[in-house]
């Protein structure tokens, strides 16, 4: 069964992205630095009357930072709304997704994110989980147990 | 209340239509389980909605109704035709009469009696009844998602900013008059349609005020309780996000006060309280917060009992806990895992800690207060912004970052160029002395790693643990900001309390006050240990004010002889009795000055106190506490110094105290007994003894044994026995004396007062030539 994915190119190679996963695909304006936050995260942007969190995604990757990168793809993750930099977009294409091939030794941050493979013109593009690049917080939040 | 009865019909309405389906199915198919289930659920929720609504004529056709469906679906009736037909008949009447409700119109109730009567299991079947027209009014309300809420305001941010952004692009070239005008009416219809759209998410208490009846109800019947609730404010309106968010919390704390702190009747009763316990739960707003309150008149907290908890539990020290300050025991309700009942109950379980309700209130930017007492009850306080989303804010400048700082946490802000604040080195951290008050210096460039963020000034920033001063560059605007949550990333770097998008379209971050006093590590000692290093710190040395005199001197003052120091009006202090004076709530406190103090404006004062009396010193400003060296350059001719001293390498005059206060007269402190000798009336004690004790006497109906009355005040026609040690009687008379007639008229104030005072002098006079 085909799904959509998203190709995007980040850190010199490129990557497919679940479409479902994806909000939109746009170039940020300025990005306000969040001092003090995870490195792979950049900062702030305004997207229309919404402020995202902009994920430096080569860092999230353990790479170095894409300083020049200025699109990103938008998503909404656990009621949050996030900017993932990328070099560049290609299209979103239907894929049949396969299964990470067995033996495959990824490097730590990739093997966290990689959800599979889909195969484009025979050249095999990871599938990337955005969720599983969002530096984790510290949760604070308690429920009343009545 | 109308608006639950607009929120019931509209509910009532809706539910009706989405049911007239289900009943048409349930009558094809009488056994289906699924639709007999959605009917009953609408007429329980009905019958539960007359209960506190007092529609008893829905209530009881809704009810019997339920009756009859609970017994089909317990499997005790079968759902024939005829049942149908009745359960139908009466959704109907349900629809009929609420619509009537609606409208306002009457509607005769002969019929209802043969409706339930055909629910019976031997009833004759109904005639199906014509549906009479029906007169359906207009809905003035209509039910919204909050999810529609919430994109309608986004919609009004774009909005907000798309105007911004195209008032900014149209200043940058000449513009056309006609397309400014333009703009502005743009601008303001902007502005009214972002109130109004902000006013939707407001809604009043009632919302979560209405389900409390039955919770306490619910809570006190099992436990035996009797409990009578009053709800004030219920109309104050709030966010109703908020609202969702505090229902929780409100809910335990109800169910504490209803469980924990009322009593069992019968102890109530052999306390000499009522047998019904009282919770009262009210609300208020003041300025952009919203106060409940929520008192009962129950035991209260047993503090004794927390400690011994606190310490059994292992949370603090023995020594620890007898240090603590009664505030800080009493605090002790909100740490992890305490409760001060001992035994766990089906309704507030165990150990179902404040810690929760606390944290909830704090995470919605709310504060939790008590008050205590022990025997008489528990008032809890909760103090919460309007809305979630709009916040007061100071915009703060550092390097080329803007910060918004909540106003509510900001005592101050003071400019550090000025001479009222000074910063020292102490070991590798810093503090900030702000006019005399010592504070933890927190540069908030340095903690956030930017660079060339210089300091300008100091933010004194409240929290609840302590004060700290937070180094900060220019302040830059002051705005309401609408306050989103951040990402938890940079949630939990600790020191964010939100993101914002201001009119300038750039995202700027909300910073949390307590947030950065941890994250600087500041630790904030409690008040007792500051006390004891005050203590030390006398022993070096005599603790002083130094402050900048009326006449522009710079003197000090021992500290133990200012009680406070504040900020008075002008207008307050006045030239009467050949001195100056300035008039406090209860009466009026002298003044000592050294020169003329200003007529006009607010003038800084020190409220001074050698323990009896009190005396008060204008100043020009405050500076800081000083500790003096013991030596001390006399000097002569000057009345009211008491010498020089070098603080800081400067040469200031010390005050003279002892001068100060000697020429103050000392409040009267014997007050001589009156002795009320009683008519039975209570006239003495409701009409005379205010008289008494408004003149300095103090008053009394018995006599402590050893204790003899300055004069006895009797009725003439009832006058005391004689007494022994032949105390001065004066008697008084029930009506004006007649000439000849002895005794003196008893609402006569002057010639009442004249002749106690005459008595007791007399009597002092004796007394002292009994001395000679």
């Known amino acids: ?146 | 209340m109308d608006d639950l009865l607009q929120e019931f019909i509209a509910e009532t309405r809706e539910t009706l239509d989405a049911l007239s389906g289900e009943i048409v199915l349930w009558e094809a198919n009488p056994t289906d389980r699924a639709r007999l289930d959605a009917i009953f659920r609408f007429v329980h929720t009905v019958k539960g909605s007359c209960g506190f609504l007092d529609l008893p004529r829905l209530g009881r056709l809704a009810h019997a109704a339920e009756d009859v469906l609970a017994a089909v679906r317990e499997g005790t009736r079968a759902p024939d035709t005829a049942l149908v037909n009745a359960v139908l008949a009466i959704v109907d009447r349900i629809g009929e009469l609420t619509e009537a409700i609606a409208a306002g119109s009457p509607l005769d109730d002969t019929t209802e009696d043969l409706l339930i009567a055909a629910l019976a299991e031997d009833a004759v079947p109904l005639a199906p009844a014509s549906a009479g027209p029906q007169t359906r009014t207009a809905s003035r309300s209509v039910r919204l998602a909050v999810d529609l809420l919430d994109r309608m305001m986004a919609g009004m941010s774009d909005m907000v900013l798309a105007r911004n952004e195209l008032a900014r692009r149209l200043r940058d070239q000449p513009i056309d008059p006609r397309v400014e005008g333009a703009l502005e009416r743009l601008s303001l219809t902007v502005g009214e349609m972002r109130d109004t759209i902000s006013r939707t998410r407001m809604q009043r208490i009632e919302a979560l005020f209405s389900a409390m009846p039955r919770m306490v109800r619910d809570t006190a019947t099992p436990l035996g309780k009797l409990v009578t609730l009053e709800v004030e404010g219920a109309d104050v309106e709030l966010d109703r996000e908020m609202i969702e968010l505090l229902r929780d919390p409100l809910v335990h704390i109800i169910r504490n006060a209803v469980d924990h702190g009322i009593e069992p009747p019968a102890l109530r009763r052999a306390l000499g309280k009522r047998e019904a316990g009282r919770l009262l739960v009210s609300a208020r707003q003041t300025g952009n917060q919203i106060v409940l309150e929520i008192s009962d008149d129950g035991r209260g907290i047993d503090v004794d009992r927390l400690i011994a908890k606190a310490a059994a539990a292992g949370l603090h020290s023995e020594a620890k806990l007898a240090a603590m300050t009664d505030r800080q025991r009493l605090d002790l309700i909100f740490a992890p895992g305490l409760s001060s009942r001992d035994v766990a109950t089906a309704v507030s379980g165990r150990g179902v800690g404040m810690d929760v309700v606390r944290a909830n209130i704090e995470q919605i930017g709310g504060r939790i207060a008590l008050r205590n007492r022990p025997g008489v009850g528990l008032t809890i306080e909760l103090q919460v912004p309007l809305t979630l989303s709009i916040i007061p804010a100071i915009v703060v400048g550092v390097g080329e970052q803007r910060f918004a700082l909540p106003r509510q946490s900001i005592e101050e802000i003071v400019a550090i160029r000025g001479d009222a604040v000074r910063i020292d080195e102490l070991g590798d951290s810093r503090v900030a002395t702000v006019r005399g008050r010592r504070l933890p210096l927190v540069d908030l460039a340095t903690l956030l790693r930017i660079e060339g963020g210089r300091m300008q000034a100091l933010a004194i920033v409240g929290t609840r643990d302590g004060n700290f001063a937070l180094g900060i560059g220019a302040v830059l605007d002051s705005e309401e900001l609408v306050v989103k949550p951040v990402a938890p990333a940079v949630m939990g770097t600790g020191i964010y309390a939100g993101q914002t998008l201001p009119d300038s379209g750039l995202p700027m971050l909300l910073l949390d006050g307590a947030g950065i006093a941890a994250a600087a590590g500041l630790r904030f000692v409690p008040q007792v240990l500051v006390d004891e290093d005050q203590a030390t710190a006398q022993e070096r040395g005599i603790d002083a004010l130094l402050f900048d005199d009326l006449d522009g001197q710079r003197r000090v003052l021992p500290l133990a002889a200012v009680d406070r120091v504040e900020t008075v009006s002008a207008s307050a202090i006045r030239l009467t009795g050949g001195r100056l004076h300035l008039s406090v709530d209860d009466g009026v406190v002298p003044l000592v000055t050294m020169a003329e103090p200003p007529a006009t404006g607010q003038v800084t004062l020190l409220r001074l106190t050698d323990g009896v009396t009190e005396i008060g010193y204008p100043i020009r400003d405050a500076h800081e506490i000083v500790t003096l060296p013991v030596a001390m350059a006399p000097v002569r001719g000057r009345p009211g110094i008491a010498g020089v001293a070098v603080v800081n390498g400067e040469q200031v005059e010390v005050v003279d105290g002892h001068a100060l206060f000697a020429g103050e007269i000392a409040p009267p402190a014997v007050r001589p007994l009156c002795l009320l000798h009683h008519d039975g009336t209570g006239w003495m004690d409701t009409f005379l003894r205010p008289v008494l004790e408004a003149s300095g006497y103090r008053c009394a109906s018995t006599l402590a044994p050893g204790e003899t009355a300055a004069v006895t005040l009797a009725m003439d026609d009832d006058p005391p026995a004689a007494s022994a040690s032949g105390d001065p009687v004066v008697l008084l008379r029930s009506r004006p004396a007649m000439p000849g007639e002895a005794g003196i008229y008893r609402y006569d104030r002057a010639a009442l007062i004249a002749a106690v005072a005459a008595e007791m002098e007399a009597r002092g006079g004796l007394r002292q030539e009994m001395a000679r």
């Open chain 1, 1 to 146: 069964m085909s799904e959509l994915f998203l190709i995007a190119h980040l850190a010199g190679r490129w990557v497919a992205v679940a479409a479902s996963q994806v909000d939109s695909a746009v170039d940020i304006g300025e990005v306000v630095a969040v001092p003090c936050a995870p490195p792979a995260v950049r900062g702030l942007a305004a997207l229309r009357s919404r402020v995202v969190t902009v994920i430096d995604t080569q860092v999230a990757l353990g790479r170095e930072p894409a300083h020049r990168a200025r699109r990103a793809i938008i998503a909404a993750i656990d009621g949050h709304h996030y900017a993932f930099l990328v070099d560049a977009f290609d299209d979103v294409f239907p894929f049949d997704a396969a299964p990470l091939s067995c033996g495959l030794a990824l490097d730590g941050r990739w093997a966290v994110a990689a959800r599979g493979v889909v195969e484009r013109d025979g050249e095999p593009l990871l599938i990337l989980d955005l969720a599983a690049l969002v530096p984790a917080g510290v949760v604070t939040d308690g429920a009343i147990a009545a």
